[in-house]
């Protein structure tokens, strides 16, 4: 019995039944429109005036609806209220305007069955339950007795009048398991009607590597900037500190570098934040690092840090294209801030930059620490940065041993991935 009462009226079933008389509502003004072209074919003039010209302005106003059906912001409407009141998962319903000539059919067999089921609904929910209830209290009030109401003279048996409650209960489970059936299979009918086609799920499955793309590099960006700042900031403050007594200027000197990093941090920092503004339509605050405008700065707070950098630029880095230049700083201050981290101070270190025909190589050598160094928690992730930077590019990297030294070996395309700068 329990389970009975759960199918014509739980929680599930009666949100159902709003999205029904929801459609019901919706399918008034078309009715009305229809009212109004199949007047004058009956002879009475009202709206509604008989039971045939109501199923008249029904008929001639579903296809109305249909019409309407077809501009862009039915779907998403319809999903929404699919989603809100009809219990049906999120995953097999499409977001947005519907794309092809077959979804818009879809779109509008949906739209004209939500209006159809919900008018009918909509008319049984309010003709039955004030007639039920007559019947219901017919047997309990005298003075609904003899056909005061309209009721048919047949009730007026004795007999018929006892058996008007359970009519009156059936027609209101009637009612009840109406709406459930109407629900239920509008319900089934959504994910078919209303779901994603090949080109929506191929369009969501842009929009989640597009997502994934700036979220990637956004961890890159705070990864070099950010790692690298605290890397040299730490061996810098280490070296003042065992300094400080003896070497008064060096400590200056550390101090200096320190503080200039900090402040060169907070505006990479904007930068790479900027990336988030970028992908929000908004414009960036800060301009990214640059091998032109940038890399002698590198240098330096990278040679305060400890490092001994040798480094050698054959080639001119205002020559260097702006996405191609923006990496390769990237990737060059990755370099280093590994050298840094696990070859220590005094770690020198050679680098060249230079163009081999339509390609800029990036080539960075330390040697190789006594003892390898112990793992650290959450490192690991400058080298897959570089290669992923590398690879965007439609470029190449390398890192390993090579004779004793720790190399890192870039090659990245002037022009840019297939041929754009």
Same mark, same amino acid.
């Given at each position: 019995m329990r389970a009975l009462a759960s199918a014509l009226f739980g929680r599930r079933v009666r949100r159902r039944w709003i999205h029904l008389i929801l459609g019901g509502a919706l399918a008034m003004p078309y009715v009305f429109v229809g009212s109004v072209i199949v007047g004058p074919l009956f002879e009475d003039a009202r709206i509604f005036g008989s039971f045939g010209s109501q199923l008249a302005s029904f008929a001639v106003g579903l296809p109305l609806a249909a019409v309407t059906a077809l501009f862009p912001l039915t779907r998403p409407m319809s999903v929404a209220a699919v989603r809100a009141l009809c219990a049906v998962p999120d995953e097999s319903l499409a977001d947005g305007p519907a794309r092809s000539r077959a979804a818009r059919g879809r779109t509008v067999a949906w739209f004209t069955l939500h209006l159809g089921l919900g008018g009918i609904v909509s008319g049984m929910s309010l003709a039955l339950p004030p007639f039920a209830g007559v019947l219901i209290t017919l047997p309990f009030v005298a003075v609904l007795h003899g056909g005061r109401v309209g009721? %048919?003279?047949?009730?007026?048996? %004795?007999?018929?009048?006892? $058996?008007? %409650?359970?009519?009156?209960?059936a027609l209101l489970a009637a009612l009840a398991a109406c709406a459930a059936t109407a629900g239920g299979l509008l319900a089934r009918w959504a994910p078919a009607l209303l779901g994603p086609t090949p080109a929506d799920r191929l369009a969501a499955a842009e929009q989640r590597a597009a997502d994934l793309a700036v979220r990637n590099r956004l961890a890159r960006e705070l990864h070099d900037s950010v790692g690298h700042a605290l890397s040299a900031v730490t061996l810098q403050a280490s070296a003042a500190r065992r300094v400080l007594d003896h070497d008064v200027e060096f400590a200056r000197q550390a101090l200096a570098a320190i503080e200039d990093t900090a402040r060169r941090t907070v505006g990479e920092l904007d930068a790479v934040l900027g990336v988030l503004r970028e992908a929000d339509g908004a414009r960036p605050t800060a301009p990214a690092p640059t091998l032109a405008a940038d890399l002698d700065g590198l240098l330096s707070r990278t040679g305060a840090g400890g490092l001994r950098v040798s480094s050698a630029v054959d080639v001119d880095p205002a020559?260097?294209?702006p996405l191609v230049s923006r990496e390769a700083y990237r990737i060059v201050q990755e370099a $280093?801030?590994?050298a840094l981290r696990h070859g220590g101070e005094d770690t020198p270190v050679t680098l060249r930059i230079a163009r081999d025909g339509a390609d800029l190589t990036v080539t960075a050598e330390n040697p190789l620490p006594p003892r390898a160094a112990?793992? =650290?928690p959450g490192g690991g992730h400058g080298l897959r940065g570089i290669a992923d930077r590398a =690879? $965007? $590019?439609?470029g190449t990297s390398r890192a390993g041993p090579a004779q004793g030294t720790? =190399?890192?070996?870039? =090659?990245l395309p002037l022009q840019g991935p297939k041929g754009q700068p």
């Open positions: 009721l %048919p003279e047949v009730f007026g048996e %004795p007999w018929l009048v006892a $058996l008007a %409650p359970v009519v009156g209960l020559s260097v294209p $280093l801030s590994n112990p793992a =650290r =690879r $965007l $590019l439609g720790w =190399r890192v070996d870039v =090659r």
